[in-house]
């Protein structure tokens, strides 16, 4: 596992040797969470970007005759059983 090492003033190091915590699980924990919360922000932040760019398809447009034509142009046109 990679060392991280963080530096604190006198007075936090004092006061965190009063309290009977694990400080690496601690801070762990901590870098965990803000990395969770930056990950969601991230993923909103696509998400409404791709609300922005998304263009509407045209009135009557048929995703599936789209679809259609490229397998036709790729394996030839297509065998009705």
């Known amino acids: 596992m990679p060392l991280v090492t963080v530096r604190v003033d006198d007075d936090l190091k004092q006061k965190m040797e009063g309290v009977p915590i694990n400080w690496s699980d601690a801070i762990r924990s901590a870098i965990e969470e803000i990395l969770d919360r930056e990950t969601r922000k991230n993923r909103i932040r696509a998400a409404q ?9 045209p009135k009557g447009w048929d995703s599936t005759k789209v679809i259609r034509s490229w397998r036709d142009a790729r394996y030839g046109p297509r065998r009705r059983r």
């Open 49 to 57: 970007l791709t609300d922005r760019i998304r263009v509407p398809a």
